[in-house]
Every structure is written in C-alpha cells, then in structure tokens.
C-alpha cells in the first residue's frame, strides 16, 4: 500500500499556544487510520489541517507526494464528516446528499440513481423528501457520511463522528463505518478519544498528547506493547510501577526480581513496568509474588474488578473469581504479562489506582481545569 | 418539543393576566383605538357621520396615486440600495474578531442614538449648494450641483436614516449560522463565491426579510426626511396625510384618514408578500 497522504513537520499554534508540534505521519492508501487522544491533543488540529480548515504554521502536507497545503478545502479530493454533522438545514436529505454533485454539474438523471445508491448504503431509502433537522442523532449522522461519500473522496475524514450518539447505536455505527470502510476502500482518518472505538475498528492508531504523536501502530500493539506511561494508561487499564532494570530479562520492582521478555536496556536503568489487569492472576497469599490487602470490589457482569494495596501502591485487577473486601490475597504475574517502558515525561503522572480516574482528579481540579476548557474551545473554534 | 411544553398549562392564569395587563391597556389605548378612528374618519361623511365609501373613492385620484407611486418607488430604492449596501457589510462584519464586530456594530449604531430630525438636518447640511459635498466638487471645478430639492437627495435621507435597521438583523442572522456549514460546503465543492449563493444567502433570508420590512415600512410612510430634503418641492404620502391631518378640519380629518387606510394595506401587502419569501425560514422576530 502507497503513502496517500504525508504530514512532514507540521507545526500549529493558536494565539502563541502551540497545538502541534512537528508532526510527521503518513497514511497508505485504504486503510483505517485512528487518531486518537484526549481532547486538546490536536488531533481535530491535525484532522482539519489535512482538510484544508486550517494552515500549518510550518511544515508541509503531501497528496500522493504532491504538496497540497495550500489548497483550498474545495479542491481536495478529501471529504468530511462534521462533528455534529453540519448538515444544511434548509436542504431535505435528498439535496443534502446530492450537494457536491449538483457543485460538480452532474446531469440531473445521472445524480438520482447515484443519491438512491448512497442512501441505500446508508440504510435512509425512504428519507429523501423529510427534512434534517426532523432526523434522529444516528439519522442525520448518516445523511453526513451518504453527503461526503457521494464525491467517492479519495479519503474521509471523520471527526468524533459517533460522539453525540448513545452506547448502543455507537457500537453498531462502529460495524457500520468499518463495513463500508471495506466495501467503498476509501481512506478513513477518524478522531475519537474513545480508545474502545479506536481499538475495534482500526487498522492504525495514531496516539497524540500536547501536540504530539505518542504512538502509532496497529491496535494490538498499542495495547500490548504501550511505548510510555500515558499510551499505557490511556489505551485501557493498567498497573504502571516504577521499576529497574536488573539485567537483561530481569526486573525489579516492589522490593523483588521478576522474569521479564524486555532487554537492551542499560544496568540499573530505572523504567516503567505496566502490568494489565487482566493479566495478574490471584493466588492463595502464600503462593503469590506479591501480597495485599483487598481494599475495594466492583462487580462489572464479566468479571470483578478490585483494587489491592500492596505498599500503598493500589493495583487494578480483574479476575472472574469471587474475592472479599479487606481480605489477604497473592498475585501471580507470569513473564509475558510484564511489559517494561523507558522512562517519559509522562512517568509518575498515571498508574495507581488510589483515586479512580485521573479524569475524575482533573475535573476536581480547579486550576486543572481552566487549562483544560480553554484548550478544549481553542480546539473546538479554530 | 420540551417537557416543558408538555404540561399542561392552566386555561387562565391571574397572576399571567395581571402582568400582562399594562402592555395590554397600552396596545388598546395607542395602537387599537387610533386604528379605529382611521377607519371611523375613513368610512363615515364628514358632515351627516353616515357610513360611505365616498372618502376612500376620492382620494384615488391622479394626484394623490402620483404621489403613492412616488413613495413606493422612493421606498423600493432606498430598500434595495441598503440591502446591497447592508448585506456586504454585515458579511464583513461577521468576518471580523469578536471585539471588532462589536466596535463595528457600536459605529452602526451610533447614529441612531441621535434624533432623526437632527441627522435629517446635518444631511441637509451637506447637500446644500454651499454644503461639504459641493465645496469638494468646486474643488474639481464641478458645480454646484443642485442635490437638495431632488429625488435623489429623498432617496439619500432614506438610505441613510434606516441603513441599520438593514445591516442589524442579517448581521444577527450571519453571526449565529454555524461555521461549520460553510466549511461543509467548501469541503463538498463550494469555492467561497458558490459557498454565498447555495449555503450562505439561503440560510439568511429570515434576516433579508426583516430588514426589507424594517426599511421599507418607514421609507413608504416618511413625511419628514421628504419634506425637509425637497424644501417642500417634493411630496410623498406621508406629507400629504400629515398637512391633511394637521389642517384639523373634519374634511381633511376623513382625505387624512382615507390616505392612511389605503397606506395601511399597501404595507400590509407588501409584508405578506414578503413573508412569503421566508415561509420555510424560521421567522426572525422583529
């Protein structure tokens, strides 16, 4: 597969605050590429600068090697489907639909079998005549994806495009795009902080943080092989405690030598060890590796989830046996379940469990959160 | 449709009714009660009080249809003039920063903070034989050009005494569509002119339509701006219904007030048709 598109350098900053910092991606051809971060990361940045909705500061942006930068939107064979749709609320879906055709004079008889086509693809035949701001969340978000897809862009853009509908029309949504991701093998570039959404339906995953990309590949490596503690944290669970490393294959941490699969690193270097909660098995206390005291139980249908103080370190664990609160118990951790990563600038930011989310300490957090919104609707404006 | 507007309200509400009661006696005391008396002096013979048509069939009359033709046409240019005037502007406007747009429409505005009568006359200053315009025309060796007097000089006064009754309410339409529909439309194909005429100026016509009404409305029924720009030379309607009515004689009570009903309902016509227009828009309030 070619490289379709490439981001080299691109830098982007609003009013001083710099939103990208030295992009450098490229998408092949026909595949679904995630860009996936919390918001303020730069990932809508990074989407609209390859739309042509905003110019980087520097840095240049490649159409199959040419340089498109400077391009406006409307000479890009790019289309876009808008968070929140932006659909046109004096056209009824019909004229929706068939807006980039009827801008492209196409005859009349030749756009009705194409809009017909597109909205049966879309599951909307019968919808033509009924006007937009009639339709559904999940309605009007597929007259966007019939209005973009029309043109057969060469890529779709997709911004948060489920964001505003429930969990269960979400899911099937995902099977949707993925479906006719494959049959149309049109270029998707999605942004989402949804990790589940970005793990189940792409081919690559792009992880940004403060304007710059953290991580990408496949789903399966992101989750299994994080390269920092943000990636660790931020795609599922996970357990990140500091750690050195002893040797080759070797690794303490907790005041004890674990196997490991991780090697190169230098003597005594000091690293992150993410261990993910479904990997850690629990034991009599006299048969584990480690043993704590059960501090919290949470029933979540598959399995339980709780938490342990070991050292005053709480791990997540999920396991499928019963355990009661307050109780001594072991873990077991074999050496495929320990993942080692070189310390970041994210280190010591993520990983225990103590509070439950970080999410939940930065919207307690006044000072945290004035930063947040305001890089949030610096986002959301440009 | 909100939960709110689900339950059920009670049929009559005191407390709803009192506080509605002041701008309801308001309504019947200077708005109903005057209307009445127009169609009373309208349909009844000045001297038996009988009911007639007799007042309204008089005052079509060539002279007076000349000069509602007149009035009508002054009004249609003024409107059309600030509408191509009014609807760049306010394009522009939009465009601009958040605090430029606010200084922008403090500028627009700040003429009407001053009374019509004193900026009718400081127009009338510039226009005069020896006012500004003519002593920078001189400087070209131009002129005088007569301008006051003149047909124009009435459209000018027009123009610029409703302009902002234009520009305000399609500026009110343009900064509250969403960016987003026009990066849509860029996005499927729309360079910035085609944006305009199939995104933009559709979705902006509930604000077109009140700004004609709040140009035309006033431009049709003016008899000062008129009157003081023509030295008097040129009537329209609302000259002739104001020296009819200000004569306080029971004929010139009923010609008044004939000349008034049939204004009404050319207004109304013209607002109907209007509104036509917009049916599909969401009407903006004027």
Redesign the interface.
């Given at each position: 597969m070619s490289k379709l598109i490439e981001l080299v350098n691109v830098s982007k900053s609003f009013d001083g605050e710099p939103v990208l910092n030295n992009i450098n991606l490229y998408i092949r051809d026909s595949e679904f590429i995630t860009l996936l971060g919390p918001s303020g990361c730069g990932k809508t940045t990074t989407l609209r600068i390859i739309?042509?909705?905003e110019t980087p500061d520097s840095g240049e942006v490649l159409f199959e090697g040419q340089p498109m930068t400077h391009l406006?939107?409307?000479r890009r064979q790019?289309?876009?489907v808008?968070?929140?749709y932006?659909?046109?609320?004096?056209l009824n879906v019909y004229d929706n639909v068939a807006?980039?055709l009827r801008?492209?004079k196409v005859p009349r008889e030749q756009i009705r079998p194409l809009v017909e086509d597109m909205l049966k693809l879309v599951a909307l035949r019968g919808f033509e005549k009924r006007n937009v701001t009639s339709l559904s969340g999940g309605q009007q978000q597929r007259v966007a994806i019939a209005?973009?897809l029309i043109?057969r862009p060469r890529v779709l853009l997709l911004d948060e495009p489920l964001g505003a509908l429930d969990l269960k029309l979400r899911k099937d949504m995902q099977n949707e795009l993925k479906n006719i991701q494959q049959a149309t093998g049109i270029t998707f570039i999605y942004v989402t902080h949804d990790q589940e959404e970005a793990l189940s339906m792409s081919d690559t995953i792009v992880v940004m943080q403060n304007g710059v990309i953290q991580q990408i590949g496949t789903p399966t490596d992101i989750y299994n092989e994080p390269k920092n503690a943000f990636v660790a944290d931020f795609i599922g669970e996970s357990n990140i405690i500091d750690g050195v490393m002893r040797a080759d294959y070797r690794v303490s941490f907790d005041g004890q030598v674990f196997k490991c699969l991780d090697r190169g690193f230098a003597a005594n270097e000091p690293v992150d060890v993410v261990i993910r909660p479904e990997d850690v098995d629990v034991v009599a206390p006299e048969k584990g590796m480690l043993r704590g005291r059960v501090t919290s139980v949470t029933f979540k249908g598959v399995h339980w989830e709780i938490i342990v103080d070991i050292h005053n370190f709480k791990w997540m664990i999920q396991t499928t046996d019963f355990v009661a609160q307050d109780s001594e118990i072991g873990l077991y951790i074999e050496p495929d379940a320990i993942h080692i990563m070189k310390k970041s600038e994210f280190s010591g930011m993520y990983g225990d469990y103590s509070s439950y989310s970080d999410e939940l300490d930065r919207l307690s957090d006044p000072e945290a959160d004035e930063t947040e919104s305001a890089e949030g609707e610096e986002e959301e404006e440009s | 449709m909100t939960a709110a507007n689900a339950v059920k309200r009670p049929r009559f509400s005191l407390p709803r009714w009192i506080s509605a009661a002041p701008h309801m006696a308001w309504c019947v005391l200077f708005i109903v009660a005057p209307l009445l008396f127009i169609c009373y002096y309208a349909c009844t013979d000045p001297e038996t009080g009988h009911l007639t048509l007799s007042n309204l069939a008089n005052v079509f009359r060539a002279e007076y249809l000349r000069i509602l033709w007149r009035s009508v046409e002054y009004a249609l240019i003024a409107t059309a003039v600030c509408l191509l005037i009014a609807y760049p502007l306010a394009l522009c406007i939009t465009r601009m920063k958040q605090r430029h747009q606010s200084m922008a429409i403090l500028l627009l505005m700040l003429p009407m903070w001053i009374n019509l009568l004193i900026r009718t006359y400081s127009l009338k200053n510039l226009l005069e034989s020896n006012g500004l315009i003519n002593q920078f025309l001189g400087l070209f060796g131009i002129g005088p050009v007569p301008i006051l007097g003149t047909g124009f000089a009435i459209v000018l006064g027009l123009i610029y005494n409703y302009l902002p009754y234009m520009v305000l309410p399609i500026y009110s339409v343009l900064s509250k569509m969403d960016r987003r529909l026009i990066e849509a439309a860029s996005d499927l194909g729309c360079s910035p002119l085609a944006t305009l005429w199939r995104v933009v100026l559709p979705l902006s016509v509930s604000g077109i339509i009140s700004g004609i009404t709040m140009v035309f409305v006033p431009s049709i029924s003016t008899f000062f701006i008129s009157s003081s720009l023509s030295d008097g030379t040129i009537l329209l309607i609302g000259d002739v219904i104001e020296k009819q009515i200000s004569l306080h004689t029971a004929r010139s009570y009923s010609v008044g007030a004939s000349l008034s009903f049939i204004l009404m309902i050319l207004i109304l016509v013209s607002l109907f048709i209007t509104n036509r227009f917009g049916d599909k828009q969401e009407g903006v309030v004027l």
């Amino acid at each position: 597969m070619s490289k379709l598109i490439e981001l080299v350098n691109v830098s982007k900053s609003f009013d001083g605050e710099p939103v990208l910092n030295n992009i450098n991606l490229y998408i092949r051809d026909s595949e679904f590429i995630t860009l996936l971060g919390p918001s303020g990361c730069g990932k809508t940045t990074t989407l609209r600068i390859i739309g042509g909705f905003e110019t980087p500061d520097s840095g240049e942006v490649l159409f199959e090697g040419q340089p498109m930068t400077h391009l406006p939107p409307y000479r890009r064979q790019v289309n876009t489907v808008f968070q929140r749709y932006a659909l046109f609320p004096h056209l009824n879906v019909y004229d929706n639909v068939a807006f980039a055709l009827r801008q492209k004079k196409v005859p009349r008889e030749q756009i009705r079998p194409l809009v017909e086509d597109m909205l049966k693809l879309v599951a909307l035949r019968g919808f033509e005549k009924r006007n937009v701001t009639s339709l559904s969340g999940g309605q009007q978000q597929r007259v966007a994806i019939a209005r973009a897809l029309i043109n057969r862009p060469r890529v779709l853009l997709l911004d948060e495009p489920l964001g505003a509908l429930d969990l269960k029309l979400r899911k099937d949504m995902q099977n949707e795009l993925k479906n006719i991701q494959q049959a149309t093998g049109i270029t998707f570039i999605y942004v989402t902080h949804d990790q589940e959404e970005a793990l189940s339906m792409s081919d690559t995953i792009v992880v940004m943080q403060n304007g710059v990309i953290q991580q990408i590949g496949t789903p399966t490596d992101i989750y299994n092989e994080p390269k920092n503690a943000f990636v660790a944290d931020f795609i599922g669970e996970s357990n990140i405690i500091d750690g050195v490393m002893r040797a080759d294959y070797r690794v303490s941490f907790d005041g004890q030598v674990f196997k490991c699969l991780d090697r190169g690193f230098a003597a005594n270097e000091p690293v992150d060890v993410v261990i993910r909660p479904e990997d850690v098995d629990v034991v009599a206390p006299e048969k584990g590796m480690l043993r704590g005291r059960v501090t919290s139980v949470t029933f979540k249908g598959v399995h339980w989830e709780i938490i342990v103080d070991i050292h005053n370190f709480k791990w997540m664990i999920q396991t499928t046996d019963f355990v009661a609160q307050d109780s001594e118990i072991g873990l077991y951790i074999e050496p495929d379940a320990i993942h080692i990563m070189k310390k970041s600038e994210f280190s010591g930011m993520y990983g225990d469990y103590s509070s439950y989310s970080d999410e939940l300490d930065r919207l307690s957090d006044p000072e945290a959160d004035e930063t947040e919104s305001a890089e949030g609707e610096e986002e959301e404006e440009s | 449709m909100t939960a709110a507007n689900a339950v059920k309200r009670p049929r009559f509400s005191l407390p709803r009714w009192i506080s509605a009661a002041p701008h309801m006696a308001w309504c019947v005391l200077f708005i109903v009660a005057p209307l009445l008396f127009i169609c009373y002096y309208a349909c009844t013979d000045p001297e038996t009080g009988h009911l007639t048509l007799s007042n309204l069939a008089n005052v079509f009359r060539a002279e007076y249809l000349r000069i509602l033709w007149r009035s009508v046409e002054y009004a249609l240019i003024a409107t059309a003039v600030c509408l191509l005037i009014a609807y760049p502007l306010a394009l522009c406007i939009t465009r601009m920063k958040q605090r430029h747009q606010s200084m922008a429409i403090l500028l627009l505005m700040l003429p009407m903070w001053i009374n019509l009568l004193i900026r009718t006359y400081s127009l009338k200053n510039l226009l005069e034989s020896n006012g500004l315009i003519n002593q920078f025309l001189g400087l070209f060796g131009i002129g005088p050009v007569p301008i006051l007097g003149t047909g124009f000089a009435i459209v000018l006064g027009l123009i610029y005494n409703y302009l902002p009754y234009m520009v305000l309410p399609i500026y009110s339409v343009l900064s509250k569509m969403d960016r987003r529909l026009i990066e849509a439309a860029s996005d499927l194909g729309c360079s910035p002119l085609a944006t305009l005429w199939r995104v933009v100026l559709p979705l902006s016509v509930s604000g077109i339509i009140s700004g004609i009404t709040m140009v035309f409305v006033p431009s049709i029924s003016t008899f000062f701006i008129s009157s003081s720009l023509s030295d008097g030379t040129i009537l329209l309607i609302g000259d002739v219904i104001e020296k009819q009515i200000s004569l306080h004689t029971a004929r010139s009570y009923s010609v008044g007030a004939s000349l008034s009903f049939i204004l009404m309902i050319l207004i109304l016509v013209s607002l109907f048709i209007t509104n036509r227009f917009g049916d599909k828009q969401e009407g903006v309030v004027l």
